[in-house]
């Protein structure tokens, strides 16, 4: 996407910021670029969804879901390289796929401002917005997987998707709620599609966007929710079953995708994300209800 003189040039910068690089900071560095994968997304989302505004809590998700479909999406059609393969001695830390944007910073620069904006205190809300990816987009920089052009453009297009839902969220949330089920749908249906024509293969983000949005469209026809509602300890019984269900239908989806597809084809993985995306975003929260772990109320 840029020229050799950017990639050089990003070379040169990460072996300048790997000058003061040691075991103790090359640490640090791991454990804050952790706090950009999508692990950590799953966890922090899934809370927000079930124990929080489930309507704010959707919002973020899909955002966040996606800005990542968008980023391997993007990734996969410049197919650049990762700087530690053009200079092996640069890599302190594993990564696979190829470099640009960085995912990361995207998808921190996408979820801290639209989680920080509900935060009071100014003060408090621009900190939380602002260094979060900056310190990820850096440690991506330090470990040698990302230059910083993919940091920069990384940021840029995260801050582009918060931006536009903090401005523009309220006015089309309310325009799509006017639509027809099925338009809703398909409307989703399309964005998914082109990810995935664009994905390379790598359709899990976009299956994951596609299942929960799907999932949630049906919710709000089916079930009223509030995840501020309950105690703490309901709120904590829901995050711990939660996780636990995903868990158990991730692994059975892919001991079921291995034995039958030698590692699973294209479209198992697409139908066993996008299953997973709707249990999230239906079929537990009808769950909760049942079990009495929901108290019922408008969204």
């Given at each position: ?25 090359t640490a640090v560095m791991k454990a804050v670029s952790f ?265």
């Amino acid at each position: 996407m840029f020229s050799a003189e950017v990639y050089e040039w990003g070379l040169a910068v990460i072996r300048a910021v790997q000058q003061a690089a040691s075991p103790a900071l090359t640490a640090v560095m791991k454990a804050v670029s952790f706090a950009g994968d999508v692990p950590f997304y799953a966890l922090v989302l899934a809370i927000l969804f079930w124990c929080g505004d489930t309507r704010r809590g959707f919002r973020i998700a899909c955002a966040v879901l996606f800005s990542g479909a968008l980023n391997t999406a993007v990734k996969n059609t410049l197919c650049v390289p990762r700087p530690f393969i053009a200079d092996s001695n640069v890599g302190l830390a594993a990564a696979s796929g190829y470099s640009t944007p960085s995912g990361h910073a995207q998808l921190a620069e996408t979820f801290w401002p639209l989680a920080a904006s509900g935060l009071r205190k100014k003060a408090l809300r621009v900190c939380a917005a602002v260094v979060p990816p900056l310190l990820i987009g850096f440690s991506r920089i330090y470990l040698g997987v990302h230059y910083p052009s993919d940091v920069l453009l990384g940021l840029c297009v995260g801050m582009l998707i918060s931006l536009g839902l903090l401005l523009w969220g309220d006015a089309l949330a309310v325009r799509a709620a006017r639509l027809p089920r099925m338009i809703r749908i398909l409307c989703v249906s399309v964005i998914a599609f082109l990810f995935n024509h664009f994905s390379g293969g790598d359709v899990e983000l976009s299956a994951l966007f596609w299942g929960f949005s799907c999932g949630y469209v049906l919710l709000c026809e089916t079930a009223a929710v509030d995840g501020r509602l309950g105690s703490p300890l309901q709120k904590a019984l829901r995050v711990i079953t939660g996780c636990a269900v995903l868990f158990v239908l991730y692994e059975l989806c892919s001991f079921a995708g291995d034995a039958l597809f030698s590692g699973g084809a294209e479209l198992f993985r697409f139908a066993e994300y996008a299953l997973l995306g709707a249990c999230a975003s239906f079929v537990l929260p009808h769950l909760f209800l049942r079990a009495g772990l929901y108290a019922s109320a408008r969204i």
